[in-house]
Every structure is written in C-alpha cells, then in structure tokens.
C-alpha cells in the first residue's frame, strides 16, 4: 500500500471520529436545553415579593416615559404589603364582635323594661351591637377601630366614631368615620340598633380638632429652628384668622437638625429641568427616576415641593405655577419613607455653611450631563452631588438618567408615591355618603368625542340614549350610580335619573367648599390663600371613586368600540 493511501484513510477515520464527537455533544446539548425549557418555570411577580412587583409595575423599554392621559397609579395602586416593621392592625370580624358579645351579656339593663327611658351609650353591649350592625350593612369596608359611643342629640341616639379601609383600598392608611345610630328596645327589652345616619353624622363622636391661628403657627415655626421636625412650616396667614387643621395628617417640611449634621450628610441635587409644567404622569415619571437614584446612591434627595401645574388641567388653559406637592400627594408617606430635605431649607443651610466655614465649604460634584451614569457617581464622595439639566428638550428631562444601562441598577420606587391623604379624604366622604353599595360607570367625552377622525363613534356611543342602552346589560334598575366623566355639562345625564340614582362630583363641591376641612387646611398650606380644586384633583378623586364601585362600566371597554388612543390602537 502507498503511504499516500493511508495517510489518506487515516484522515478520513480522523475526521469521521471527530463529526461523531460533535454530534454526540450537540445531540446532549440539545436534551439538556430541552429539560430546561420543559421544568424551568419562572416567577411570576404578581405573586412575589413587592421588589419583584415594583421591578415589573417600572419596566418600560429604555426607562422612557410613554404618553398616557389617564390618571397614573402610585404606590396604593400596586397593593404592595406593608413592611416586617409594621403591625398592622386586624380589622373587626364576626368571630371577634361574638366573643364581646357574650362577654358583655350579663351587662345589658336590669331595670323594669321602660322604651321610653334614655340610652346608656358606654354600656359595652351597644359598641358591640353597633359593630354587628356595620358589619351587615358596610361589607364592602374593613373597621379597624372603635371609640366609646357618647350620648347623640336624641336620648335614644349614640354617636360612634370608627376607623376604616375599603377593602379595594391598596395602600395600608386608614379614614375616619362617626355617625349616629338609633337605639331601641326588642320585644324582650334587649338592645338593639334600628339604623344609622349617613356619612359624617354622629357629630358629637367626632374627633378634636388643633386650631391654629397666625400667632401659633409663627411662634411654632420659630420653635423650628431648635430641630423639631414635626413643627409646622413657616408661614404667615393673611385670612381666615382660625384655621383648622387635620391632626391625622403631617405635612411638616422635614429640618436639618443643626450644622454638623449637615456637612457630614450625602445629597443628591436636581436643578429643574425640562419636565416642569409637563402633565402629572410626565412629571412623577422623572420624579420617580431622581428619587431611585437617591436610593441607589444611598443619598438624601433635595426635594422641590413647588410644582407647576399643566395647563391640561386648569380653569384659564395656562400652566400655573406655585402649586404645592402636598396638594397632590402624600408627603407625609414619602419622607417617612425614604431620606429627604426640602429644597429651599436645604440652600439655605448650603449658603449658611459656606458662608461661615469659607476655609471648608462643601463639596460638590457638578454633573452637567444626563449621560454621566448613576454607576460612575456610586462611589463619589462628595457632600452634594449636583444635576444640572440645562440643554435643550428632550436631553434636559430628569427621567433620561434613568436610560441605557441605568435602568438595570436603579428602580423607581412607586411605593414612596401615594395620593394626598386630603383627596382620599374626599374620595372616602364620597364613597361614604353612598354607603359603600354602588356601581359607576366612567364616562370620557371632551376633546376626544370632538376628535371625529380618531375616535369617529365615541361621541354617539356616549350619548346619553346610548349609555342608557348600555348601562341596562350591567347595572339593576334604581341602583345608585357614580358618573366619573370629563363632560362639563352637569344637566347631561339627567336621561339616566329616571332608572339609576345619579351622583356626579359636583354633587359633593361641599367637601371642598370653603367651609370644608380640605379648604382650611390646604389653605394653611398656602399662606392662608384659598387652593383652586382644580382638573387633576377632580380626575384624581373621580377615579378613585370609580375604583370603589361594586360594578365598574368602562368607556372604552363597554361603551363603544372605539380604541382608546384612536383608530388602529387596540
């Protein structure tokens, strides 16, 4: 045999071997792979951890704000559990009200059974009845707290103050209520509970009040200065001369304790940028990014408690400045809840500082541009990391520091976000004077029903022989009917009046009139200067009420068969 033949055989087997070593281990590559796919299963968020949830509710391709006109959902929304460091309290169930009552049996009165004779209201056997009363009647809201029941108007009248969450209700806060109840006697003498009042009724069960007037907030705002954080801020009330304040709610501007703390303090910076005056959803977008940066660097935020508000929802069409975030949000949630300093205290304690200690003023970082990475600043050491957004639209958003990579390390925390406190307070006194038990139907008109080109049947399918029609399929006759709408004619829907019992928000101005709590006190928080209930407060308390109804009747899911953002869109 020639040595050229076999080498050539001895090649030819070589490579054989080796095309049948390739197979065999691309053949268990692939059985491997196969297993994986077949047994991995991933988690899903919506049932993990609140991390997980926050991770999923913030993901958005590129961290980029996407245009939405509806209402955005904050941390209530998302259902998040309360913290290990919080005890939440159990709400009041049968079991529990069953157990008062026989311990409270042996206390009902012993005296000659007289119907006329007047009502002990700290007798214990009434609470309880009041309790079993609430629970078959308010199904829908969990109590969490009783008050001892005092003496109504009437002899055989007890008020009751309680504390309460919807059972919709995603954040973990509570509300108040306190009615009057009517107490009589059964054929056996035994108490019992013949009805209650409506919302807010049992006046005499309700709670204290802190009136301030100009002379106790400025003695209490110079008592500031020592370092109490909880002392109200420093304003000067031109009118009314006493104003009445919430003592449930906080709204204190958090203070630096003194100057040492200060200096040896880490703080991130925002200057304002383009985002100012953009709509609510824009605005909380970037918000929400500069507050996750804070976090990920480990770093108070410098917050700027002064917003403008869109012109989308003013009375004149113009954006408006001055408007407070605690109008808007819940600004005692927030900064229980993470680290921050208010802007304008914040630069005067910077100028101070640097004022008297020329020798060691404070560092600052100065990062001009959005593309310098929250990563590169993580071991930065300087007292005041700075951002500046001075170019041009769009690179001048707060939200673009959130892009690229960024999006990786650093998560918005929608839980920090709640709604203010004083418009759930109304959108609880609305859900309330409806006793929890009724349905609502959203309907939107506006510049979308004039808008024939995108949505060409919105206008007809919300007519109101149409909504009639519709409402028919999903609502019983006479029932009580929230209409959460934009359409400023109020009359608009009287044609449903005569099947449902109709409430639309103006039905309510009282809670925000200015003999209401929200009025004094959002005016306290204004210098003592009325606050203009205005478009995005009506949305917001609109929708939340929505939230709230047994049935829900959507527009674009019920009403018509337009797309919600216009023709092609669904």
Not at 180 to 189: A, E, H, N, S, V
Not at 254 to 277: Q, V, W
């Amino acid at each position: 045999m020639k040595p050229e033949s076999t080498a050539e055989s001895f090649g030819h087997s070589l490579l054989k071997v080796v095309s049948n070593v390739c197979f065999v281990f691309f053949v268990v590559a692939v059985l491997i792979f196969t297993v994986i796919a077949v047994t991995y299963k991933p988690p899903d968020p919506w049932l993990e951890s609140s991390k997980a949830m926050d991770k999923l509710f913030s993901a958005v391709e590129n961290a980029t704000f996407k245009q939405d006109d509806s209402i955005v959902r904050t941390g209530e929304d998302i259902g998040l559990a309360p913290s290990l460091a919080m005890k939440e309290e159990k709400p009041v169930t049968s079991k529990t009200v069953q157990i008062e009552e026989a311990n409270a049996a042996n206390q009902v009165p012993t005296a000659e059974c007289n119907p006329d004779r007047a009502i002990n209201c700290s007798d214990p056997i009434i609470l309880v009845l009041i309790k079993k009363f609430n629970l078959k009647v308010f199904p829908t809201i969990n109590i969490f707290f009783y008050q001892v029941p005092v003496q109504g108007s009437k002899s055989n009248e007890c008020d009751v103050a309680w504390r309460f969450r919807s059972k919709k209700e995603k954040s973990w806060r509570k509300y108040r209520d306190f009615r009057r109840y009517t107490i009589g006697f059964d054929l056996t003498c035994d108490y019992k509970v013949i009805g209650a009042g409506r919302w807010h009724s049992g006046k005499n069960a309700r709670p204290l009040k802190v009136r301030k007037d100009p002379h106790v907030v400025n003695k209490t705002s110079s008592q500031a200065n020592t370092g109490n954080i909880n002392n109200p801020i420093s304003t000067t009330l031109s009118a009314p001369s006493v104003l009445v304040t919430d003592e449930v709610i906080n709204d204190a501007i958090p203070l630096p304790t003194s100057e040492s703390t200060f200096r040896k303090g880490k703080y991130l910076y925002y200057s304002r940028g383009g985002d100012y005056c953009k709509e609510m959803n824009h605005y909380l977008w970037s918000l929400l990014c500069a507050l996750g940066e804070a976090q990920y660097l480990n770093r108070t935020f410098v917050m700027d408690l002064s917003m403008c508000l869109s012109s989308k929802y003013t009375a004149n069409n113009k954006d408006e400045e001055g408007k407070d975030f605690r109008y808007y949000f819940d600004f005692e949630h927030l900064k229980e809840s993470t680290s921050i300093v208010e802007e304008e205290q914040f630069l005067k304690e910077w100028k101070k500082w640097d004022r008297e200690h020329k020798k060691d003023r404070i560092p600052v970082r100065n990062v001009n541009d959005y593309k310098t990475s929250p990563m590169r600043l993580k071991k930065d050491k300087s007292v005041i990391i700075w951002r500046q957004f001075d170019a041009p639209e769009p690179d001048n958003y707060w939200y673009r520091v959130c892009e690229g990579r960024a999006e990786k390390f650093v998560q918005r925390p929608w839980q920090l976000i709640w709604k203010s406190k004083r418009l759930m307070n109304i959108v609880s006194a609305i859900s309330g004077s409806l006793d929890w038990d009724f349905d609502a139907v959203h309907v939107v008109r506006g510049e979308k029903a004039q808008n024939k080109e995108l949505w060409p049947n919105l206008d007809q399918d919300t007519s109101p022989d149409s909504i009639l029609g519709k409402l028919t399929n999903f609502i019983h006759d006479q029932r009580k009917l929230y209409i959460a709408t934009n359409e400023p004619d109020y009359h608009y829907f009287d044609k449903l009046r005569s099947h449902f019992k109709v409430s639309l928000l103006d039905d309510y101005k009282d809670l925000w009139g200015k003999d209401s709590e929200w009025f004094n006190e959002t005016a306290l928080l204004n210098k003592g200067q009325a606050v203009e209930f205005d478009g995005y407060m009506r949305v917001a308390v609109d929708t939340e009420v929505f939230y709230r109804a047994k049935t829900r009747v959507e527009t674009f899911n019920n009403l018509t068969k337009d797309c919600k953002d216009g023709i092609n869109t669904c």
